[in-house]
């Protein structure tokens, strides 16, 4: 297995505003997920990304992926308070079976 | 569509006492997850099973956790006896089946604390 790290460690952004953040891996993988963590939802799946794709939209949420660069970032545009949360990928291997394994996340802040 | 539930929610006990915890996943969901996330690090992956078999335990430290998961559905954690460091939330989560394809759901966690 192989740990996604996420950065940066910590955002803090105004309402309005667009954040990102960004997922680093070390080798070749299948899919890629993200996360999010809020105390009030908890632990909540956001997307996944394939290995053959490079961009994915859901929402106001955007996520990329270049496997050149084993990098993955996540764009939440237009962020609101309600985005306050840790945000997490998770990564596997592209040989073996899938171990998730998360990384130590990104803490967004969105002040209202 | 009903959650991965957990129980208990919160849990206190002192060093070298034992400790359980329950898990019932998403009705249908062969795959069952366990991680530990200790306050501040992102989840760490303690077992996972497959039906009632297990898939990986390689970070679970066997001397004093045991897990297990009878007829593939419910599944327990338990630490004995348990350590201070063993402070932190227990996820339990469930998928449809395993690979990196399919979304994990999370249960709430139970909080535990070790005085």
């Known amino acids: 297995s192989q740990q996604g790290e996420e950065d940066p460690q910590a955002l803090s952004i105004q309402e309005g505003e667009n954040a990102t953040m960004n997922c680093s891996y070390k080798?070749?993988?299948?899919?890629l997920q993200w996360y999010r963590q809020n105390s009030g939802r908890g632990l909540v799946h956001l997307i996944l990304?394939?290995?053959?794709?490079r961009e994915k939209h859901s929402g106001r949420l955007r996520v990329t992926l270049d496997t050149s660069k084993k990098s993955s970032s996540l764009l939440i545009t237009a962020s609101r308070a309600a985005d306050t949360a840790s945000y997490f990928c998770?990564?596997?291997?592209?040989?073996?079976?899938?171990?998730?394994?998360f990384g130590r996340g990104t803490s967004l802040i969105v002040h209202p | 569509e009903a959650g991965v539930a957990q129980s208990p929610r919160y849990k206190i006990i002192e060093k070298r006492q034992s400790v359980a915890f329950w898990c019932n996943p998403i009705?249908?969901?062969?795959?069952l997850y366990w991680y530990q996330q200790i306050l501040g690090q992102g989840p760490k992956l303690l077992i996972q099973?497959?039906?009632?078999?297990?898939?990986?335990d390689s970070q679970l430290p066997k001397d004093r956790f045991s897990a297990e998961r009878l007829k593939g559905v419910d599944s327990t954690l338990k630490i004995q006896p348990a350590k201070l460091e063993d402070s932190a939330v227990y996820l339990c989560?469930?998928?449809?089946?395993?690979?990196?394809?399919?979304?994990?759901?999370f249960g709430p966690g139970t909080r535990l604390t070790v005085t």
């Open positions: 989560a469930s998928s449809f089946t395993s690979g990196s394809s399919y979304e994990q759901y």
């Open positions: 080798t070749s993988i299948n899919n």
């Open positions: 990304i394939r290995s053959n794709e």
């Open positions: 998770a990564t596997d291997d592209e040989g073996g079976s899938y171990i998730p394994t």
């Open positions: 009705s249908g969901h062969a795959t």
């Open positions: 099973f497959q039906n009632n078999g297990v898939v990986d």
